[in-house]
């Protein structure tokens, strides 16, 4: 066997070819992200019948990631942040003129919710900090004057917002800050008084996603019996009364894994569909109207389908297919003649290479504890006693799925097994595992890691004497954590933002992460308090046990994990002669956005793991990381 053709990396993390297409609400067109001929995302829109794109965005330098087309049909509008700051600001392009217009100009202010109703196409609601940097106050915002007016204002605890099919806010999700737990409020009327029908502790799940059409109930996620029914690990898609918060209706549950993605029928407020995803997803559909389709589906997306936009009247739907060994496609499907045609592949230039396939394992770990976990191997090489790179998801209230996923490829490319791992505190396995993870960073969650290792060694699969570990967020403190708590374990390390001290972490978040501070403390411990919990999980306190290699990045801008938690690590590791490298990205925040900056750290990331796990380097790409705004910082100059 022989190793595949080494694939570039532009080709995996540059911009895509296209991506993330949204259909018009008349269905006529659709939107997409391109790059311009500078090289930097915009919108295009183009007919759905065919025809060369239009760009209607004009950023220079950072790149549009998130847009929607306005119900109108007339405005498409997008957010967009300076530098990564993440104070966004909603702006809207008028189609008909061209005009951009920044609907939220308000200096430090970010755009947070965005609601759209079809009774009101011409008005939006949207969440803003002006008032008070902590919460978000509902603005209405008029498309056609560009004027925001206070809908209603946040008492201060208010974390969600609901509203109801005519488009008034009736609803609401906040946090109490004496014991983390969830409150749902409504109100009879825009005028009413607020009244609590249902409250969820801390450990239990609970979340709301809209009225029914008639506004007597609320389809919510629930693990906890309201009125009816039994407590359930998992959360289950019920109908809540809205008088009293009793459960009225079992809509769809699984005992293995939280409910996933929810579609509705806009126009009466009823369930179409539920996804569950425990190893992967799958989707069942709920209404007899579209059981057809969710079928012709099932034959047509052999990857992971995410329904990603649709018209009006229903009658056409975007999906995107997210398959393990393929470029993301996305197609547009026609429920009048239920066929599937391709729109485009994101990655097309993906084509002329050899992927490697994606493959989920049930692990059990050293507490018999079992977490669902994905294995990449190289194509083209005996899968035996190979370099591992051990891929850490963010968050850690996220979790990793199967399908397509760049870092994968690039690393199963470069010939190195690759094993990605929903330890504890991942979310959607039920509320049991997310709370074995509270006040477990650099315990029992870090020990997660250890063992995912030791199960690809035991497998044949690693060299355990090559294991690297590769992360961002809190990917990268499971980085600094697993070098500084287990450095018998790894070879290297590569953190990403990853935060170095927690009591210093949760002393800088953003402001308007205040609602959810308390439930911060509960998961991850009271590390503002207890001066020997905090010295004992934060990585910093322990930089003289850091003697393997490990690779530092991070963005000057980041709001999240502030450049201040990198400073501090690389200068406790100066300070006791070990060895970090450490380098900055002056125009990023927490993560890289410009395709030149992506390209720049793989390609740093690819020769560090080389040097020290022994695989493959790809082609230098001068080309593709012009512009780019990295520096080697020298850990004697952090003072």
Known sequence: ???????????????????????????????????????????????????????????????????????????????????????????????????????????????????????????????????????????????????????????????????????????????????????????????????????WPHDESGGVHRFTRDGTGLFVETSIAHGKGENSDTTRLIVMSASDGTETELIATDPRCDVDDVEFDDDDDTVEAVSFDYDRKQWKAVSPAVAKDYEVLGREIKGTMTLTSKSSDNKRWIVSDFSDVKSPRYCLYDRTTSSVSLLFLARPKLEAYTLAPMSSHIITVSDNEKMVAYLTLPPGTEPKSLPLVLVVHGGPWARDHWGWNPQAQWLANRG????????????????????????????????????????????????????????????????LAGLAFTPEVYCCGVDIVGPAHLRTLLQSVPAYWAPMKKMLTLRVGDVENDDALNQKASPFYHAKKVVKPLLIAQGANDPRVKQAESDQMVQAMHSVGTKVEYVLYADEGHGFARPCNRVDFYQRAEVFLAQHCKGRVGPAEPDQTEGHSASVIDPASLK
Not at 59 to 75: E, K, P, Q, S
Not at 431 to 448: I, S, Y
Request: proline residues 4%; contains cysteine.
């Open 1 to 199: 066997m022989a190793p595949p053709e080494l694939i570039p990396q532009s080709v995996l993390f540059g911009n895509p070819d296209k991506a993330e297409p949204k259909i018009s609400p008349d269905g006529t067109r659709y939107a997409y992200l391109s790059s311009s001929d500078k090289g930097v995302l915009n919108v295009f829109v183009v007919p759905v019948s065919g025809g060369e794109g239009k760009m209607v965005t004009n950023d220079t330098h950072r790149g549009i990631r998130m847009f929607d087309w306005a119900l109108d049909n007339v405005h498409l509008l997008y957010k967009q942040d300076v530098g990564g700051d993440e104070n966004f600001h909603l702006h809207a392009v008028n189609l008909s003129t061209d005009v951009v217009r920044d609907l939220t100009p308000f200096e430090g202010c970010r755009c947070d919710a965005l609601m759209m109703s079809k009774e009101v196409p011409g008005s939006l609601l949207v969440g803003l900090n002006v008032r008070d940097k902590s919460v978000f106050d509902m603005h209405r915002v008029d498309l056609k004057e560009g004027t925001a007016v206070v809908d209603t204002e946040n008492p201060g605890d208010v974390a969600q917002w609901i509203v109801d099919h005519e488009f008034r806010i009736r609803g609401c999700m906040a946090t109490v800050q004496a014991d983390g737990s969830k409150v749902l409020r409504v109100r009879d009327t825009a005028e009413s008084e607020w009244r609590k029908i249902a409250e």
């Open 416 to 479: 190195y097994a690759v094993l990605m791992v929903n330890f504890r505190a991942s979310t959607g396995f039920g509320k049991r595992w997310l709370h074995l993870g509270d006040a477990q960073w650099g315990e029992t969650m870090q020990q997660d890691l250890t063992d995912a290792v030791a199960w690809a060694a035991k497998e044949g699969y690693a060299d355990a004497s090559r294991a690297a570990i590769f992360g961002g967020s809190y990917g990268g403190y499971a980085t």
